[in-house]
């Protein structure tokens, strides 16, 4: 079955870790995003890829890296975390000429 | 600047009421207005979408009305059930210095009572 898979989906850090927040899509998309959430408010978009070896900044300035070796991996990396980098962490994928995105569950990160 | 703006931000009906979510936009040269439904610990699903050539989309018990000169689009869901509670956010997409991306509204918290 075809789906989109993030990890973990929980995640509570201490301030100044670095972690990496999974993707995986099984779809075979050419474009994935990461979006973060925030409640009750939009999702910004923070990064997106148009495939292998492409990685572009989103419209919300953001402090994570990303990157993209497969197209169906595209992992997001805070190098040093804030507790201002507490928020829903979204990827999502679609194809390279399609209109709609695919979602995953979401990783929660909070940071203390 | 939001480019997409919802509301309301939230609302209660009963079982067998319809729902109704407004957005607006500004931008003539948005070309597809999807809407999304969200269950709390999931991420958002594509629930139905309209290009702006189309006044009116059906899909099941969800209808998207679709009015371009007023730059306007809405939800409603006809027969609602207490499985529909949910957040609805609305999109638009539009080209940007992001390339081709999704603007998303702030969301409705939709609750179904029985």
């Known amino acids: 079955e075809a789906d989109i898979y993030q990890t973990p989906r929980y995640l509570v850090i201490g301030t100044g870790k670095k972690i990496t927040l999974e993707c995986s899509q099984t779809?075979?998309?050419?474009?994935m995003y990461w979006y973060q959430q925030d409640p009750g408010m939009e999702l910004h978009l923070i990064h997106y890829?148009?495939?292998?070896?492409?990685?572009e900044k989103g419209d919300l300035s953001s402090e994570s890296t990303v990157s993209r070796i497969r197209t169906e991996h595209f992992p997001l990396t805070l190098e040093s975390a804030r507790p201002s980098h507490t928020s829903q962490y979204l990827c999502a994928s679609s194809e390279l000429g399609g209109v709609g995105q695919y979602f995953g569950p979401g990783t929660r990160l909070t940071v203390t | 600047q939001q480019q997409v703006k919802q509301s309301p931000q939230s609302l209660i009906v009963q079982k067998g009421g319809i729902p109704i979510i407004n957005c607006a936009y500004e931008n003539t040269a948005f070309d597809y207005f999807p809407w999304y439904q969200q269950f709390p610990g999931k991420g958002p699903a594509l629930l139905i979408a309209?290009?702006?050539?189309?006044s009116e989309k059906k899909e099941g018990r969800f209808t998207i009305s679709f009015n371009k000169s007023a730059k306007q689009f809405s939800l409603h869901i006809m027969d609602s059930q207490p499985g529909d509670s949910a957040t609805y956010f609305c999109?638009?997409?539009?080209?940007?210095?992001?390339?081709?991306?999704?603007?998303f509204g702030k969301g409705t918290s939709l609750l179904v009572t029985p």
């Open positions: 890829s148009y495939g292998v070896n492409s990685t």
């Open positions: 999109a638009a997409r539009g080209l940007s210095n992001s390339g081709y991306a999704l603007n």
């Open positions: 309209i290009r702006p050539d189309v």
């Open positions: 779809m075979g998309h050419d474009k």
